[in-house]
């Protein structure tokens, strides 16, 4: 949620609360055994955190934060993850498509990452990184989605 809370105040700072409208943003999380994994820096972070991952199931975390005129909302939705066990094949084909940049816990399950994956329980769309479900709601709240 904190780092969700920064974009928006960052948002906010910049370019103010557009009027009638708002300021959405957000921030994702993988989460294994009570810790963060962060992004990996280097294609051995990668495989490094992948490795941690292969064979067992982890939480993917989204915190939303919504700002408008009228105030702030928060969610923090979750889902969990499990994932097959990865291979020396599947993990060096996984690494070198380079998908691992810039993403939480070193994949992205909308694109080559679901290879990765044996299992969702929760909303996909939490682990893409924007519930929106959850956005949705909290947008009709705030009369800028039909309820």
């Known amino acids: 949620m904190q780092h969700a809370r920064g974009k928006a105040r960052d948002v906010v700072a910049r370019a103010g609360v557009p009027a009638g409208g708002a300021v959405l943003a957000a921030d994702t999380e993988v989460v294994l055994d009570g810790r963060a994994l962060g992004k990996p820096a280097s294609p051995d972070?990668?495989?490094?955190?992948?490795?941690?991952?292969?064979?067992?199931?982890?939480?993917?975390?989204?915190?939303?934060v919504l700002v408008t005129e009228q105030g702030q909302r928060e969610a923090?939705?979750?889902?969990?993850?499990?994932?097959?066990p990865i291979d020396d094949s599947l993990m060096d084909w996984y690494v070198s498509r380079g998908e691992w940049q810039g993403r939480a816990g070193g994949y992205a399950i909308q694109g080559a990452g679901a290879a990765l994956v044996d299992e969702v329980r929760g909303?996909?769309?939490?682990?893409?990184?924007?519930p929106m479900a959850r956005v949705?709601?909290?947008?009709?709240?705030?009369?800028?989605f039909p309820a």
Request: charged letters at 20%; aromatic letters at 2%.
């Open 45 to 64: 972070g990668a495989r490094s955190m992948l490795s941690s991952l292969s064979g067992r199931t982890h939480q993917v975390m989204t915190g939303v």
């Open 136 to 144: 949705a709601e909290m947008l009709a709240a705030e009369d800028l």
């Open 123 to 130: 909303d996909p769309s939490t682990i893409i990184g924007l």
């Open 76 to 84: 923090l939705e979750s889902a969990d993850v499990r994932f097959r």
